[in-house]
């Protein structure tokens, strides 16, 4: 079955510094992989996606992600951090020929001043 | 377009009743899909319909159940409720073209049971 991991429960990064969320998956095809953000009490975002091709995708407000498939890696990156920024992350794997999701546990990021 | 639409947003049951919750996906998606989301689990998915049929199911206990409509409107009932049940739960849609698909979430309805 496939899981995803995402090891930082909790990040904090000062504001304008750049960001890093890691996220290591478990799939045995080749994986449909996204990451989507939360705010408090809301709904799901989606940040950015990846299904093929470029390994190197770009989402929105300035994300960007890296799909590794040698490490069986999936990491979230930013330039520089807003405060705005300051919400849970998701990555999550698509279930192949569903339309389910199998999450990671999130990783809490804070914005410090 | 609109969005997918969760009705109620928040809901305070007492252990033992039921519940049952609403979700409209985007108009001409066909696959809902249903995740509960806890403090100590994190998300976890419980059923997908497609097409007025469940296709796809979590571990999850009997007393959860689902639906869907011929219009891909979809609840989702929650019969004698328990205390663990508390959580947000989050309804998702997608055209499930296969392939690259991707899925839209509603805000989700927060349940408290007491």
């Known amino acids: 079955a496939q899981s995803v991991t995402q090891p930082d429960i909790h990040i904090t990064v000062s504001e304008g510094a750049s960001l890093e969320l890691r996220c290591n998956y478990s799939y045995g095809a080749t994986p449909y992989l996204f990451w989507y953000v939360q705010s408090p009490g809301q709904g799901l975002q989606l940040l950015l996606k990846y299904f093929s091709g470029d390994t190197l995708v770009q989402g929105i407000k300035g994300f960007e992600a890296e799909f590794k498939r040698s490490q069986s890696s999936f990491n979230l990156r930013k330039p520089s951090v807003h405060w705005s920024d300051a919400a849970e992350y998701f990555c999550?794997?698509?279930?192949?020929?569903?339309?389910?999701?199998?999450f990671g546990k999130g990783t809490m990021l804070l914005v410090s001043p | 377009k609109a969005g997918v639409t969760q009705t109620p947003r928040y809901l305070i049951k007492t252990r033992g009743q039921q519940v049952t919750l609403s979700c409209s996906p985007i108009?001409?998606?066909?696959?809902v899909s249903w995740y509960q989301q806890t403090p100590g689990q994190g998300l976890q998915f419980l059923f997908e319909y497609f097409s007025e049929t469940q296709r796809n199911k979590g571990n999850f206990p009997g007393r959860f159940s689902g639906r869907q409509f011929s219009n891909s409107r979809s609840e989702m009932n929650v019969s004698t409720l328990e205390l663990g049940d508390s959580a947000l739960y989050l309804c998702?849609?997608?055209?499930?073209?296969?392939?690259?698909?991707?899925?839209?979430f509603g805000q989700g309805t927060r349940l408290t049971v007491v």
């Open positions: 998702a849609s997608s055209d499930s073209r296969g392939g690259d698909t991707e899925a839209f």
């Open positions: 108009s001409g998606h066909r696959s």
């Open positions: 999550a794997v698509m279930n192949s020929g569903y339309s389910t999701l199998t």
